[in-house]
């Protein structure tokens, strides 16, 4: 079976083609599945730069209610225990505690993070484009003071236009995942 395929197609025409890798985590493949399909990541400004550590694609659940969800950490199962340390060229998603991983948001590490391993599943793979992301790294940032972590806030928007998956035929389920008991502080608030 082939690994399927996402690509990220920026405002600035530049794409970053990934590989997904559900032999790494199924469960979190099946949830970037999802929300790439029904457009959740489309048009979307990147929200966070942290120069020589990562660049964060979203830490609010992309404004949506829809991406307001947790998946298990079950990443030593499903990685058979051969657990991916995050590195510059891997895809994560975030952490909230050693029980909940973040169910759409994701980031591209800037170095080898070994204290995110098993915290933050590597899910995919950096095929093309580490360049942009590298340039990303680099670009003019300003301070979000109303938040409690760093947050480098581009000062011209990095959007992804759109996010388009290819799984070569193959059918991924939707994931399992559970809704948080109680919602981060940072996620927006819907009535």
């Known amino acids: 079976m082939k690994n399927p395929t996402a690509t990220i197609t920026l ?8 590989e ?16 790439a399909t029904k457009g959740y990541y489309d048009h979307f400004a990147i ?18 209610k829809e991406c307001q969800y947790f998946l ?3 990443i030593e199962e499903e990685s058979k225990g051969d657990i991916k340390v995050p590195e510059l060229g891997d895809v994560c998603l975030g952490y909230f505690s050693d029980e909940e991983i973040a ?4 980031f591209f590490p800037l170095k080898k993070v070994e204290a995110l ?7 995919a793979q950096v095929k093309e484009g580490l360049e942009e992301i590298l340039r990303m790294e680099k670009i003019e940032t300003y301070p979000n003071p109303c938040e409690p972590v760093e947050i480098n ?4 928007p990095e959007v992804m236009v759109s ?28 009535i």
């Open 11 to 18: 405002n600035n025409g530049k794409k970053i083609v990934l």
């Open 20 to 35: 997904l890798r559900p032999d790494y985590a199924y469960n979190e493949v099946c949830s970037f599945i999802s929300a």
């Open 47 to 64: 929200q966070r730069i942290v120069p020589g550590s990562w660049v964060d694609v979203s830490y609010n659940a992309f404004f949506r």
């Open 72 to 74: 298990p950490n079950r």
């Open 103 to 106: 169910g759409t948001e994701f």
């Open 117 to 123: 391993t098993g915290k933050c599943p590597v899910f």
């Open 153 to 156: 806030v581009p000062r011209t």
């Open 163 to 190: 996010v388009t998956v290819d799984t070569f035929g193959e059918t991924y389920p939707e994931p399992d995942k559970f809704l948080p008991k109680e919602t981060p502080s940072n996620w927006p608030k819907f």
